[in-house]
């Protein structure tokens, strides 16, 4: 594997039917950081996404592919990446998702914040921040599931389901991914009460969330009902402090 002598963070970002937004997207990152490692985990996406990737790997070293058999979930794809992260010594890593909804120009403000936390959230929540494009149905379900969040397991975290967090390696170490057993969107409030359980330091940066224009949402009534189990697993695991 080609890389930096000293990579500071590995770009993840998990793929089911992004062939559309990958390219825009890549080339987001890419005025952030030129040389940022890129990990794409792609579900053997029916549009070809993994066969987009591999082509930009022939121009680009710093890109790379997990191609998994089939669909199986948001948590789990990155659960795959996290391991991958560890197994690879980055110190850090990035999430966000593949259909343009996390603007890579944010990536800085996160890693401003490195010194002082172990994981810092994109948040939509905070002064700031926002949701552009989306319907007042997706707004309101989102601000309920977060407000529920707060309710139930007392954080003060505002933003607890924005996948678009930077995560300090050494703190998920601390925890044992593999006992970690959502492998929805519910994964995102699963490793969130054992990082703060694990006593990891969180804050949240402002992000300004964009609706999708291209491809298809993912997102079920069973993968809601599946996020709302987490949270209920994640209030018992808050609360056994
Ligand atoms: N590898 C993998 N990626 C997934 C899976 N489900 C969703 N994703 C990706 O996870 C990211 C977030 O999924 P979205 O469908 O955008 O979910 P959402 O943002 O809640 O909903 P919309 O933006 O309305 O579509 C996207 O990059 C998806 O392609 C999955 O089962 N496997
Ligand atoms: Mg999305």
Sequence with gaps: MTRRANPNYLVLICTYNERENLPKLFQAIRQVDAQADILVVDDNSPDQTAQWVRQEQNNDPHVHLIQRTGKLGLGSAIKTGM????????????????????????????????????????????PGGGLEGCSWRRIAVSRFANQLARWMVGWKIQ????????????????????????????????????????????????????????????????EARSAFNALVKASKIYRSR
């Design 83 to 126: 391991q991958y992260a560890i197994d690879h010594g980055y110190p850090w890593l990035i999430n966000l998702d593949g259909d343009l909804s996390h603007n890579p120009a944010v990536i800085p403000e996160l890693l401003a914040k490195q010194d002082s936390y172990d994981l810092v959230i994109g948040s939509r929540y905070v």
């Design 159 to 222: 933003d607890c389901s924005s996948a678009y967090r930077l995560y300090r390696i050494a703190t998920l170490q601390r925890i044992q991914l593999q006992t970690l057993e959502e492998t929805g969107y519910g994964f995102l409030e699963e490793i969130l009460a054992h990082l703060i359980k694990t006593g990891a330091r969180v804050t949240e940066v402002p992000i300004v969330y964009q609706e999708r224009r291209l491809g298809q949402s993912k997102i079920s009534l069973r």
